[in-house]
């Protein structure tokens, strides 16, 4: 599949950022004056913040500046991950760049005053709702403090930090490159993207194969590269937990999520140990079903039967998506239907496109996405997740401040993969024999919960070793990451499937490795998204009960927001309950083949 160049998409299948800023000039007058802003309100507030009537005055009216920063961290990031080899783009990214370094040290006294305010002063305005994620965050910061004169420097050095995942970005977007491989006389053409949105789950298994290889090839040339970013990266983070006294690298990175380690852990450890065995169970099934003596790594995103999987239209998709969310009500079906007609979707597959998706929240905008459209149900199952985040962006910036709008990244994902288990819900209850419903459960696991207590958790669970290596005083190279994630992938999926030296490469793929301790959090937010599924089929108030979940945004606690839904996650019994959902998908599916062989 030949990526063709941006240039030659329709407009219909690119994204419309004017709602964000006419053109490139109107953004970077829109720089100007909100660093004029930001001067204006230093000179206002340095060394003038005492009272609790001094920090209420400046909270609102730095919440303004915020909002500004807000529009032009997205404007400034979003061209280029849709097209690394345009240089006006590079130059808006620049551009944002050096607008934020300014931004955030001139505004670092603010943080500094927040932080050593007294407690007193920090209690009466958490007590404001408008506040009260701002405060909670401070109050964290507050214990960690380290002097405003380090606290300025290491907000100059935000640029130096975020260079590891820069790195790795513009390595996987424009610096990978796959070699064309030939399967019974045809040459296909590899790439990142391909590889990933069509060729892995391909249902001829030569093309998944030789696909495998050649991307497998094309990454191991940068592996050097890749594991020197990725050490710079944990070093950093470990220096900077160390410089805060934190008792560890894991609790410096946890403490923003508002979770602990036990939590991060459980996560980790009943994935590995509980819900392992059911996904080796599906995979042999699997195997089974379309006659594979044995499953490589090549294979494990193999359709259960990939002659159900139809090309969808991208007209199709936006029909699929109406129809999933109508349990949800007119109230939500209205908000998310404009994506279309005001073009917030950038769907086009073009060459030097960052891969996979994701959407994005200038707040009280409207959301964006950036995905690749292959025509595959698995990308219908990526734009409706998408979805599921630009909802959530919608109601919590309807209904919160712009300091409450953010969820915790440990449930962060919970809107997305909720819309994903509506999908699949949808499809079964429309399809009338065996097959079809059996295809549909299939979905519900590979593009739900395989891609999201899978993929992200292994990621979690090599993450965790790495992060034990630098807290031992040790480092790493290629080499070493090669062989954790090869044990990982080798102790979760057991002789279900044979992993091999490329298999151990995946821990090139993904860009989560430089977003914290982010990717476990994939499987957090499915255990709330399950219960508040479940909560949706068996309480007729679980609709409402949704919709309330989103517009809390970040005005509560990880643990009090998932009792919206009736979920305590300070127990493992939420995670046991969405094993079992799982392990009885699992067992409706072989029933469903069953019964098909049997006729």
């Given at each position: 599949?030949?990526?063709?160049?941006?240039?030659?998409?329709p407009?219909?299948?690119?994204?419309?950022?004017?709602?964000?800023?006419?053109?490139?000039?109107?953004?970077?007058?829109?720089?100007e004056?909100?660093?004029?802003?930001?001067?204006?309100?230093?000179?206002?507030?340095?060394?003038?913040?005492?009272?609790?009537?001094?920090?209420?005055?400046?909270?609102?009216?730095?919440?303004?500046?915020?909002?500004?920063?807000?529009?032009?961290?997205?404007?400034s990031?979003?061209?280029?991950?849709?097209?690394?080899?345009n240089?006006?783009?590079?130059?808006?990214?620049q551009?944002?760049?050096d607008?934020?370094?300014?931004?955030?040290?001139?505004?670092?006294?603010?943080d500094?005053?927040?932080?050593t305010?007294?407690?007193?002063?920090?209690?009466?305005?958490?007590?404001n709702?408008?506040?009260s994620?701002?405060i909670r965050?401070?109050?964290?910061?507050?214990s960690?403090?380290?002097?405003?004169?380090?606290?300025?420097?290491?907000?100059?050095?935000?640029?130096?930090?975020?260079?590891?995942?820069?790195?790795?970005?513009?390595?996987?977007?424009?610096?990978f490159?796959?070699?064309?491989?030939?399967v019974?006389?045809?040459?296909?053409?590899?790439?990142?993207?391909?590889?990933e949105?069509f060729?892995?789950?391909?249902?001829?298994?030569q093309?998944?194969e030789k696909?495998?290889?050649?991307?497998?090839a094309?990454?191991?040339k940068?592996?050097?590269?890749?594991?020197?970013?990725?050490?710079a990266?944990?070093?950093?983070?470990?220096?900077i937990?160390?410089?805060?006294?934190?008792?560890?690298?894991?609790?410096?990175?946890?403490?923003e999520?508002?979770?602990?380690?036990?939590m991060?852990?459980?996560?980790?450890?009943?994935i590995?140990?509980?819900f392992?065995?059911?996904?080796?169970?599906?995979?042999?099934?699997?195997?089974?079903?379309?006659g594979?003596?044995?499953?490589?790594?090549?294979?494990?995103?193999?359709d259960?039967?990939?002659?159900?999987?139809p090309?969808?239209t991208?007209?199709d998709?936006y029909?699929?998506v109406?129809k999933?969310?109508a349990?949800?009500?007119?109230?939500?079906?209205?908000?998310?239907?404009?994506?279309?007609?005001e073009?917030?979707?950038?769907?086009?597959?073009?060459?030097?496109?960052?891969?996979?998706?994701?959407?994005?929240?200038?707040?009280?905008?409207?959301?964006?996405v950036?995905?690749?459209?292959?025509?595959?149900?698995?990308?219908?199952?990526?734009?409706?997740?998408e979805?599921?985040?630009?909802?959530?962006?919608?109601?919590?910036?309807?209904?919160?401040?712009?300091?409450?709008?953010?969820?915790?990244?440990y449930?962060?994902?919970a809107?997305?993969?909720?819309?994903?288990?509506?999908?699949?819900?949808?499809?079964?209850?429309?399809f009338?024999?065996?097959r079809?419903?059996?295809?549909?459960?299939a979905?519900?696991?590979?593009d739900?919960?395989f891609?999201?207590?899978?993929?992200?958790?292994?990621?979690?669970?090599?993450?965790?070793?790495?992060?034990?290596?630098?807290?031992?005083?040790?480092t790493?190279?290629?080499?070493?990451?090669n062989?954790?994630?090869?044990?990982?992938?080798?102790?979760?999926?057991?002789?279900?499937?044979?992993?091999?030296?490329?298999?151990?490469?995946?821990?090139?793929?993904?860009s989560?490795?430089?977003?914290?301790?982010?990717?476990?959090?994939?499987?957090?937010?499915?255990?709330?998204?399950t219960?508040?599924y479940?909560?949706?089929?068996?309480?007729?108030?679980?609709?409402?009960?949704?919709?309330?979940?989103?517009?809390?945004?970040?005005?509560?606690?990880?643990?009090?927001?998932?009792?919206?839904?009736?979920?305590?996650?300070?127990?493992?019994?939420?995670?046991?309950?969405?094993?079992?959902?799982?392990?009885?998908?699992?067992?409706?599916?072989?029933?469903?083949?069953?019964?098909?062989?049997?006729?």
């Amino acid at each position: 599949m030949e990526l063709k160049k941006r240039s030659e998409f329709p407009e219909n299948e690119l994204w419309d950022l004017s709602a964000l800023y006419q053109d490139p000039e109107d953004f970077l007058r829109s720089i100007e004056k909100t660093l004029e802003d930001i001067n204006l309100f230093k000179r206002n507030y340095e060394g003038k913040l005492a009272t609790l009537e001094d920090f209420t005055r400046a909270l609102y009216e730095i919440e303004q500046i915020y909002i500004e920063m807000s529009h032009i961290d997205n404007y400034s990031f979003m061209p280029q991950t849709s097209d690394f080899s345009n240089e006006e783009f590079a130059q808006i990214a620049q551009a944002g760049a050096d607008f934020f370094t300014r931004a955030n040290v001139a505004l670092s006294f603010f943080d500094t005053a927040l932080a050593t305010a007294d407690l007193e002063i920090l209690d009466t305005l958490e007590e404001n709702p408008h506040f009260s994620a701002a405060i909670r965050q401070a109050k964290i910061q507050k214990s960690h403090f380290i002097s405003p004169e380090v606290e300025k420097a290491l907000t100059n050095l935000g640029e130096v930090f975020k260079a590891p995942e820069d790195i790795y970005t513009k390595m996987r977007a424009g610096d990978f490159e796959m070699e064309d491989f030939e399967v019974d006389g045809k040459v296909y053409q590899n790439s990142f993207v391909t590889y990933e949105n069509f060729y892995q789950n391909h249902e001829n298994a030569q093309v998944r194969e030789k696909a495998f290889r050649s991307f497998s090839a094309g990454l191991r040339k940068h592996q050097n590269a890749a594991a020197s970013a990725y050490l710079a990266q944990v070093k950093s983070e470990k220096i900077i937990a160390d410089m805060r006294g934190y008792d560890s690298v894991f609790d410096y990175l946890l403490a923003e999520q508002e979770v602990n380690r036990d939590m991060f852990d459980r996560q980790i450890d009943l994935i590995m140990t509980e819900f392992a065995p059911v996904a080796q169970k599906y995979l042999k099934h699997v195997a089974q079903v379309n006659g594979l003596k044995k499953m490589t790594f090549a294979d494990w995103k193999l359709d259960l039967d990939s002659e159900l999987n139809p090309e969808v239209t991208i007209d199709d998709a936006y029909d699929l998506v109406m129809k999933s969310v109508a349990p949800l009500g007119n109230e939500y079906a209205q908000e998310v239907s404009r994506y279309q007609e005001e073009r917030w979707v950038d769907f086009a597959a073009n060459a030097n496109k960052d891969s996979g998706g994701y959407a994005t929240d200038p707040y009280k905008v409207h959301p964006y996405v950036l995905m690749s459209w292959t025509g595959r149900m698995s990308d219908v199952y990526t734009l409706i997740h998408e979805i599921g985040h630009s909802g959530q962006f919608i109601f919590s910036d309807n209904n919160q401040s712009y300091f409450n709008t953010h969820m915790s990244t440990y449930y962060v994902e919970a809107p997305s993969t909720f819309n994903e288990l509506l999908l699949s819900d949808y499809l079964e209850k429309q399809f009338d024999n065996p097959r079809q419903k059996r295809f549909a459960l299939a979905h519900r696991l590979t593009d739900t919960y395989f891609h999201n207590f899978i993929t992200h958790l292994l990621e979690a669970a090599f993450q965790r070793q790495v992060y034990n290596l630098i807290e031992d005083g040790k480092t790493f190279g290629a080499t070493q990451l090669n062989k954790i994630m090869k044990d990982v992938l080798s102790q979760f999926w057991g002789d279900a499937i044979d992993i091999d030296d490329d298999a151990a490469l995946t821990w090139m793929r993904q860009s989560h490795y430089y977003a914290g301790l982010y990717s476990y959090t994939y499987s957090a937010g499915m255990v709330i998204s399950t219960a508040g599924y479940l909560n949706l089929k068996n309480n007729p108030n679980g609709a409402n009960d949704w919709l309330n979940f989103l517009k809390s945004g970040g005005s509560r606690t990880p643990l009090d927001t998932a009792k919206l839904i009736g979920a305590d996650i300070s127990t493992a019994q939420p995670l046991r309950d969405t094993i079992q959902f799982l392990s009885d998908t699992v067992d409706q599916i072989i029933a469903y083949t069953k019964e098909l062989n049997h006729d």
